[in-house]
Each structure stands twice: as C-alpha cells, then as structure tokens.
Nanobody
Framework: QVHLVESGGGLVRPGGSLRLSCTAI????????MGWYRQAPGKERELVAT???????KYADSVKGRFAISRDSAKNAVKLQMNNLAPEDTAVYYC??????????WGQGTQVTVSS
C-alpha cells in the first residue's frame, strides 16, 4: 500500500507563487508517473501536470509557462512550483501516483485559493 502525503497550498494574491509537495510513502518499483490534478467547485477534476520516472513531463495548456513540476527520485517526491497564479487556478489540488503494475493512488487534496 502506498500513501501520498501532500503539503503546500494556501491563500495567495493574483500574480503570486506557491509550491506544492507530495511524498509517496510505501514501496513501489518500476516505472511510474506522479503528478497533480485539480478540481474547482462545480467542475470536473482535470490534469495539471505529471512527470514520469524517466522525467517526461506533461502540462495542461492553461498552466504551461507558469507551473513547473519536478521530482526527487530518492525521496519518491514530486513538487509543483506555481507562479503567476490567477483566480482561475483556485481549486483543490490532488497528488496522484500511477505505478507499474497498474495501480492509481490519490492524495487527500490541498486547497489553493487565489484571491485579492
């Protein structure tokens, strides 16, 4: 069993920055993908950014150029640096881990609020 522990998030003004962190606690082996999804009130959960164990990254068009995802393989951790935040980035952000063999884990979510 793997547990995802998230940190970061909070309230920030438009144009500000935040960093989210997620650590996977537990054993897993082989190729994997870690990343972040978000869900705003009344909307479906959507991909924000992911990174694979071979460092291939993927970003939603809405965050390209503003967000950067990175990983620490030694710690089974991933970070999401979010810059130039806008009110439409307000959502609950969920860490996710997809392992091989195929199992999908989710964190409990952390609130990000962008407001003046």
């Amino acid at each position: 069993q793997v547990h995802l522990v998230e940190s970061g998030g909070g309230l920030v003004r438009p144009g500000g920055s935040l960093r989210l962190s997620c650590t996977a606690i537990g054993s897993f082996f082989g190729q994997y993908t870690m990343g972040w999804y978000r869900q705003a009130p009344g909307k479906e959960r959507e991909l924000v950014a992911t990174i694979t164990s071979s460092d291939t990254t993927k970003y939603a068009d809405s965050v390209k150029g503003r967000f950067a995802i990175s990983r620490d393989s030694a710690k089974n951790a991933v970070k999401l640096q979010m810059n130039n935040l806008a009110p439409e980035d307000t959502a609950v952000y969920y860490c996710t881990l997809l392992t091989t063999p195929l199992r999908n884990y989710w964190g409990q979510g952390t609130q990000v609020t962008v407001s003046s």
